[in-house]
């Protein structure tokens, strides 16, 4: 097997103990019960696109100050052992990347702790501090150029590597495109039903229960 040279993470529920960091928020601010769970569902329907999806989100926040939002995103635990395996990926030279379609906020805030070469995750407009109730949509569901495929494929075109190069972890399936992109497709999760619908589309996924796994899939790597 060629030398896995880049590894791509998901973020939400990979990284952290949260599995959606808009929910996360959303509950702190009392907002998912009444409005934003009916939009999370009105979205696995198909009754609404991802861009859609998360204009309905971020309007929700309009008129609150992203210093309020930074204090809340500070409170989202990582998982057990994802800074011991980062630190042993960047001690080998492995490139690290996050790719998330959760909140930037998050994203920026590991990038800078556990210190990857990239990242790339889903951003709040704001004015003079404030929000504006706009999303910046950088990482989609359903937008072509946008998706998690999108940029794990401009990733190996910028770090001249192969697809034989590249592990991705994720937790859901959200995290498939990425997944049939890696040559090592890692998947995180209790949920064996869930594991089995990801593994019928990713026929070579593993599936782990916890982060610490790695440590035996990526053997001489970490």
């Not at 504006?132 to 001249?160: C, M």
Request: with cysteine.
């Amino acid at each position: 097997m060629p030398p896995v040279k880049l590894v791509a993470f998901d973020m939400d529920g990979t990284l952290t103990t949260v599995r959606s960091s808009w929910e996360y928020v959303h509950r702190r601010l009392g907002l998912w019960d009444d409005r934003a769970i009916l939009y999370q569902a009105e979205f696995w329907a198909g009754k609404i696109n991802y861009a859609e999806f998360c204009r309905r989100d971020a309007a929700l926040w309009r008129g609150i100050p992203r210093e309020r939002l930074e204090r809340v995103i500070a409170e989202i635990p990582l998982r057990p052992l994802a800074r011991e395996i980062i630190k042993a990926l960047k001690k080998q030279q492995v490139k690290v990347a996050l790719i998330s379609s959760g909140l930037d906020l998050l994203a920026a805030r590991l990038a800078e702790e556990l210190g990857f070469d990239y990242y790339a995750a889903n951003g709040l407009a704001a004015r003079d501090g404030v929000l504006t109730g706009e999303p910046i949509v950088r990482v989609s569901a359903d937008e072509p150029g946008k998706l998690k495929r999108d940029h794990l494929r401009q990733l190996l075109e910028n770090y001249g590597l192969q697809q034989a190069n590249v592990a991705a972890v994720g937790d859901s399936p959200g995290d498939i495109d990425m997944f049939q992109e890696a040559s090592l497709a890692v998947l995180l999760t209790g949920d064996q039903q869930e594991a089995a619908l990801i593994k019928a589309k990713v026929p070579h996924l593993c599936v782990v229960r916890d982060l610490g796994e790695l440590f035996n899939l990526l053997p001489g790597v970490i």
